[in-house]
């Protein structure tokens, strides 16, 4: 097994990133350019960072605020992210990106929202009391990467057993291979 780290993903800030990684062409469609016009503004009482990744918008995140973006994001009437399409956990090595996809019924546009912990101390507030669809993502998460969702009403085990040691989402987790017979 090899012991090399994917360098972190390069920062959303505009400008940022030292064009190391391999980029896609951005295409954002006529409701989602319509939703990058008006972020700014529902997303102004939040320090965040927004991009584009190839049809989506992105805003970065920090951790202690992702609850009430969230729940701004679905609050609000310009934006609307009723659903919580996916909630997934990316491993960059010494940090773990949360990944929050949202969709708005509604208005019927998508973006995400991204969170980045240190992976030896991966907390991040629990978004369930916004979407309940929340729960089960975020144990997937605890069980696979040992990220701690702080608030969620219950972090038990949800693919993985009680106990079971390590989180086998890592990179760092240690496979064994596998012998022919």
Same mark, same amino acid.
């Given at each position: *097994? #090899? +012991? $090399?780290?994917?360098?972190?993903?390069?920062?959303?800030?505009?400008? $940022?990133? &030292?064009?190391? $990684?391999?980029? !896609?062409?951005?295409?954002?469609?006529?409701?989602?350019?319509?939703?990058?016009?008006?972020?700014?503004?529902?997303?102004?009482?939040? #320090?965040? !960072?927004?991009?584009?990744?190839?049809?989506?918008?992105? !805003?970065?995140?920090?951790?202690?605020?992702?609850?009430?973006?969230?729940?701004?994001?679905? +609050?609000?009437?310009?934006? @609307? *992210?009723?659903?919580? @399409?996916?909630? #997934?956990?990316?491993? /960059? &090595?010494?940090?773990?990106?949360?990944? /929050?996809?949202?969709? #708005? *019924?509604?208005?019927?546009?998508? *973006?995400?929202?991204?969170?980045?912990?240190?992976?030896?101390?991966?907390?991040?507030?629990?978004?369930? %009391?916004?979407?309940? %669809?929340?729960?089960?993502?975020?144990?997937? &998460? @605890?069980?696979?990467? &040992?990220?701690?969702?702080?608030?969620?009403?219950?972090?038990?085990?949800?693919?993985?057993?009680?106990?079971?040691? %390590?989180?086998? %989402?890592?990179?760092?987790?240690?496979? /064994?291979?596998?012998?022919?017979?």
């Amino acid at each position: *097994m #090899s +012991d $090399a780290r994917p360098t972190p993903p390069p920062s959303h800030s505009p400008g $940022a990133g &030292g064009g190391h $990684a391999p980029s !896609a062409p951005q295409r954002l469609d006529a409701r989602a350019q319509a939703l990058q016009a008006i972020l700014p503004e529902v997303l102004r009482p939040f #320090s965040i !960072a927004l991009s584009v990744a190839l049809d989506e918008v992105v !805003a970065l995140v920090p951790a202690e605020q992702v609850v009430e973006v969230c729940r701004s994001l679905r +609050d609000d009437p310009r934006t @609307r *992210m009723d659903f919580l @399409r996916c909630l #997934s956990v990316v491993d /960059y &090595g010494d940090i773990l990106e949360v990944v /929050y996809h949202l969709w #708005s *019924m509604e208005k019927r546009h998508k *973006m995400v929202v991204k969170v980045r912990v240190p992976a030896d101390k991966p907390e991040v507030p629990s978004v369930t %009391g916004v979407w309940k %669809g929340a729960d089960w993502f975020e144990r997937e &998460g @605890r069980d696979l990467y &040992g990220v701690v969702f702080i608030g969620h009403p219950n972090l038990a085990p949800l693919l993985l057993w009680e106990g079971f040691p %390590g989180f086998p %989402g890592r990179k760092s987790y240690p496979f /064994y291979d596998y012998k022919e017979w």
